[in-house]
């Protein structure tokens, strides 16, 4: 079991940055995957980013160049590094954990979800 907790959401200009963190209840040195999602009103949840427990990222091409995903595992915190923002970036971004145990279980855990608005 493992709680995640987003923060750093806010109100934000095109073309700004921002630095999304994930803070989770445990070790995060044992989690197959942590990720990024985003959610727009009227829209499915769709993936952002997202790093390994070896640290491979990788991008949908709508972020790719813009967003970075980082994690510290001495914090037990994943990043979400996103630059040049778009209007089109504005939805609500969710940190997800994927673990997979000794017998191939998948474990999926969410957090609550941050608000990124971008607008001028």
């Known amino acids: 079991q493992v709680q995640l907790v987003e923060s750093g959401g806010g109100y934000v200009q095109p073309g700004g940055s921002l630095r999304l963190s994930c803070a989770a209840s445990?070790?995060?040195?044992?989690?197959?995957?942590m990720g990024w999602y985003r959610q727009a009103p009227g829209k499915q949840r769709e993936l952002v980013a997202r790093?390994?427990?070896?640290?491979?990222?990788n991008y949908p091409d709508s972020v790719k160049g813009r967003f970075t995903i980082s994690r510290d595992n001495a914090k037990n915190t994943v990043y979400l590094h996103m630059n040049s923002l778009k209007p089109e970036d504005t939805a609500a971004y969710y940190c997800?954990?994927?673990?997979?145990?000794?017998?191939?279980?998948?474990?999926?855990?969410w957090g609550q979800g941050t608000q990124v608005t971008v607008s001028s």
């Open positions: 790093i390994t427990s070896d640290g491979s990222t």
């Open positions: 997800n954990a994927l673990t997979v145990d000794y017998k191939g279980v998948t474990y999926n855990y």
């Open positions: 445990r070790s995060i040195v044992s989690i197959d995957t």
